[in-house]
């Protein structure tokens, strides 16, 4: 409740309370009966009084309004004769001016009358209470009364009529709404609507009678009211809604056409409100009628062009199959199509059913009717205030003077969507030109924000706490340009990266771009709980890129990149004074130590130049590339590097998408693969010609119910217990991924239909399966210490050999010495060369297998008032030894 309503209950417990006013005033608007015109009936005379002459009008009680106001309203004037039925009718008229409370006459048998008037008091102000479930600002628009308003009766009956109608559109038909006046000085009030908003009206139980080849449960799935109850907990349509009583009607008729009842009807449809006000039930009854099958169907065209021989073909109805009214819908709509792909933009089809009642087949004859072949005369675009009008008008795949061509509306349609410029389910309307062969193309739009700066810090399950700041402008100043800038900062990952793309190169249809980044990504594991990184990497470079279509949905795009890779190894972890070949040197340089790190971390490290050319070959037909619902996306990519620099490979990877929306699921196929191929010369045995960091990965945010980085080739090293037994427990166990040469993936996920409540939550679950593998790396050099372990020698600074007791625990305590160093020399009796000694350990090879791995799950993915959430509940049912497995997965981040 608001401080003035808080106030106003104040006034209302010592302020006088006009009850007599709105005493037993109804919740819905009627008209209010007139006022009586006097006190108590008078006795009916035996004959009609004769005319009584006005000597004077006087006015009493006015407080507002002048004396000459008030007599303006009465049709009474000094001077003239009155008889009881004149005063009757101006007392009528002052109450229909809706000024006064009250109203008598005095002075009725002298002729000396007096007006004596009580003014209907001034509203002060309009206060409403109890009203949770409806915010205030959207019961405001339905009261009529205002402050400084004079205060009515009937107005505020019709404001608590229209209060209570807004309710129960809401679904909740046991609200009440008492209003009440406080009085104030001045003959002012407020006004107060008391609101008893009660609990939603939910629909009990749905009835159906009359069905006889159909469950009264199928029928009801088809209806998009459903009853309350836990399996529809999230659904909207639990509540009573006449308008979705009507809509429910024609689903019933709808789903009976489409089972061949041609001649079902709903016979009634009654919404019963119970005793209580609280629930509804809902009474159907039907009427089903026969069963058709389809006859023969005819084809019939008054298009010239369109001859019926050929247009039979599209007509995909089979005699004997049952009668299917979307059938013969989509029918109708192919021939329209067809003949608006032949330019007849106005063409129409009409279906003409014949119905045989005895044999219960409808034979059905589709007529195409005449119509002239039809030009573009114009195409206008309406709406964009900020997008200029050449960034729409180049997505036309239409233009002033062609012959129209629906397909190519539609397709113009689906470009311009793409763009993300504009409002969602755009269409383009055609509309009758100058002429009957003329067409006026015109697309309406709603531009959106194109631009974003945002700042989001979240938690994921890989990346732990995340900070990221974005900055984009996909429509830069209107001309379909695209700017961006992001630093994203994790654990394990930071980078930094700008962006530009035009695409539309001096107005031909060329597009060019420019990235400029750098990524800061250190590659990690964990043994227990403790988190180790293994290796650094830090990529600094550009790319530049270009765009052009090869025809409608066909275009390649070329690009160059020039990276400098810098990895490194912690060396206070992985370096000695070993050298590669196992030797100790003495000159104080270090090493990375194999048996610290493992070879195939040593072979990595270094820095390295990238240099690469590559192209990708793409065909796009998505109806919508932001959120498709249909429509097929592929593309071939090839990399080569080796055009300068000093890494030498060729990257191959294929990658399709394709979206069907089938019963309301948005169904989607992906399927990727990759290989890449080493040009340079051979690094000796144990080691992979391809780098580390160019291989490829699987696992975890793509690969749902695996580990980050938990499929594919991997060195597991596991330590020996004290009985000499290798420790395979997993999470005690050092993991290092080293991924692969080759890689395939694919998954399968269809979106769940929740229905419109859910979808305006930002709500969009979804199941999936998902399988794939990568592998090919060549096996590298593996290390068994054995259960002793290894011993490592540490030199003293100057490079001599440092001897300590050999035996420290004995009484005798032999002094430390320092000896010159070579690697024939040892230490006197006695004494032993000082070190350290590594548990024993040993490395295992696991997971190069080109053997699927299979996973399912379900996945919910919401644009949260806090930022979008995703969280993925997924089961590795095909595994390989060696891979980590993990079932949940989320990400969420908020936006300030």
Sequence with gaps: MTSDGRRASCRLAGALLIGTALA????????????????????????????KLIRSLEVTGNQRLEADTVRSYVKLRPGDTYTNADLDQALKDLYASELFAD??????????????????????RIVLEGNKRIKEEKIRPEIKLAPRQIFTRSKARADVGRIVELYKRQGRYAATVEPKMVSLDQNRVDVVFE?????????????????????????????????????????QGTSYDPDRLAYDQQKLRQFYLTQGYADFHVVSAVAELTPDKRDFIITYVVDEGDRYKFGTPKVESAIRDLRP?????????????????????????????????????????????????????????????DAPRVYVEGVNINGNTITRDKVVRREFRLAEGDAFNGFRVKRSRDRIQSLGYFQDKLEIEQKQGSAPDRVVLEANLEEKSTGSL???????????????????????????????????????????NLGFTEPYLFDHNIALGVDLFRRDYNSFNYV????????????????????????EFWSMALRYGLSLDNVSLDKSTYYTGYNPDGTLNASGVTHCDPILAGRYLCDAIGNRTTSSLGYSLVFDSLNDRIHPSHGMRFFISQDLAGLGGSVRYIKSTIEGHQYWNW???????????????????????????????????????????????????????????????LNLNRSQISDDALGGRASYFGKLEAQLPLGNAVKELGIRPSIFLNIGSVFGTKKPALYDTGPSGQFREQLNTDGTRLC?????????????????????????????????????????WLGDTWKPRISIGIGVNWNSPFGPFRIDMAKAIVKRQGDNTKLFTFNVGTQF
Aim: charged share 20%.
């Design 195 to 235: 609101i008893h908003e009660g609990a939603k009206s939910r629909v009990r139980r749905i009835n159906i009678i009359g069905n006889e080849h159909f469950k009264a449960s199928r029928l009801r799935g088809e209806m998009a009211t459903k009853t309350a109850s836990l399996l529809h907990i999230f659904s």
């Design 103 to 124: 109203a008598t006459f005095a002075g009725v048998d002298t002729g000396n009358l007096v007006i004596q008037v009580r003014e209907n008091p001034v509203i002060n």
């Design 804 to 844: 300590v007791d050999a035996n420290p625990n004995d009484t005798n305590v032999l002094p430390s010495v320092s000896i010159p160093f070579n690697n024939t020399t040892s230490c006197p009796s006695g004494l032993t060369p000082s070190g350290n000694r590594i548990p024993g350990f040993k490395e295992l």
């Design 528 to 551: 227990n709980t403790d988190r180790h990184t293994t290796y650094d990497e830090v990529t600094t470079g550009f790319q530049v890129r270009a765009g052009v279509p090869l025809t």
């Design 309 to 369: 021989e050929a247009l039979k073909y599209l007509v995909k109805i089979k005699p004997g199959q049952w009668y299917n009214a979307k059938v013969v819908e989509d029918t109708v709509d192919v021939l329209n199509e067809t003949a608006g792909t032949l330019g007849y933009a106005f063409a129409d089809t009409e279906p003409h059913f014949d119905a045989d009642k005895e044999k219960k087949v409808m034979t059905i004859t589709f007529s195409l009717k």
């Design 663 to 725: 019963h309301g699921f948005i169904v989607s196929a992906n399927l990727q693969g990759g290989y890449i191929q080493s040009l340079e010369s051979g690094k000796g045995p144990g080691t992979d010609k391809v780098r580390l960091t160019d291989r490829f990965y699987m696992g975890e945010p793509e690969f749902a119910g695996f580990d980050i980085r938990g499929i594919g080739p991997r060195v597991l090293r596991a330590t020996y217990n004290s009985d000499g037994s």
């Design 454 to 496: 945002q700042v989001s810090a979240g938690y994921s399950s890989l990346e732990k706490f995340i900070v990221s700041a974005q900055i984009e402008q996909a429509n830069l100043m209107g001309k379909g340009q695209e700017v961006r800038a992001g630093v994203d900062w994790s654990i394990y990952n930071r980078s930094v």
């Design 24 to 51: 037993g005033m109804p919740v819905a608007a009627q008209t209010p009966a007139p006022p009586p015109v006097a006190a108590a009936p008078a006795p009916a005379a035996p004959a009609p009084q004769p005319p």
